[in-house]
């Protein structure tokens, strides 16, 4: 079962921040939380990860609660292309099988 | 630099035989997963090499196995194909077992198509 739980969909209005929640209650204190998203027929493609601080890169901020059981993935300012499958994964045990949950469907909307 | 590389891009068989999907890593990666993606569902985690070896496998029969190369390279088997393994399946490396942290880089995929 994958460790991390996030909603099926979500829309967003095109221009405006899209937040995407992620709850992962059982997580670890070794635990990285990354973010990936998958647009159609496509090779997933890595957005950001973090341990215990926020994260902020080119593509997306990542904001992680203090008792890093949830976390948010913002996209600042969502274009149509941003429309995607966005999957959390928890990770740090070398040994974990990784687990790809069901991901959230995102629809920006025009 | 070039990304995960998979051939081939396109795999049609039929039920009972047997398909061969390779999967190049990015230079200096030496771990490679590979996924299975069947229509509509999300990624299934079949199995992880890092340096030559296997390291963990999902929950997948036996007839899904691979192996990985001195170069890093791998291939996935799949043997006597039943309809239901068709798929795209998905490879991706990182850098290895001893880094703290890894961002995982995925290939294009090679979709199988079992009639």
């Known amino acids: 079962d994958a460790k991390t739980t996030q909603p099926p969909s979500m829309d967003c209005a095109e221009g405006r921040a899209a937040n995407l929640p992620c709850n992962h209650s059982?997580?670890?204190?070794?635990?990285?939380v990354y973010w990936y998203r998958q647009i159609h027929s496509q090779g997933p493609q890595y957005i950001i990860h973090?341990?215990?601080n926020n994260e902020t890169n080119e593509m997306a901020s990542l904001i992680i609660t203090e008792d890093r059981k949830s976390s948010t993935l913002i996209l600042p300012h969502a274009t149509l292309r941003d429309t995607a499958v966005y999957y959390c994964i928890v990770r740090y045990n070398r040994d974990d099988k990784i687990i790809f949950g069901k991901g959230t469907r995102l629809h920006i909307l025009p | 630099e070039a990304g995960v590389t998979q051939s081939p891009t396109h795999l049609i068989k039929t039920r009972g035989q047997q398909a061969t999907l390779r999967c190049s890593p990015i230079s200096g990666h030496t771990s490679v997963y590979w996924y299975q993606q069947a229509l509509g569902l999300g990624l299934q985690f079949l199995l992880w090499y890092d340096e030559g070896e296997e390291r963990n496998r999902g929950n997948f029969p036996p007839r899904f196995s691979g192996r990985q190369f001195p170069n890093y390279s791998s291939e996935l088997n799949v043997n006597a194909l039943e309809l239901e393994d068709s798929a795209l399946y998905l490879c991706?490396?990182?850098?290895?077992?001893?880094?703290?942290?890894?961002?995982?880089?995925f290939g294009p995929g090679t979709r199988l198509t079992v009639l």
């Open positions: 973090g341990l215990k």
């Open positions: 059982t997580i670890s204190g070794n635990e990285y």
């Open positions: 991706a490396s990182d850098r290895g077992l001893y880094v703290t942290y890894n961002e995982q880089f």
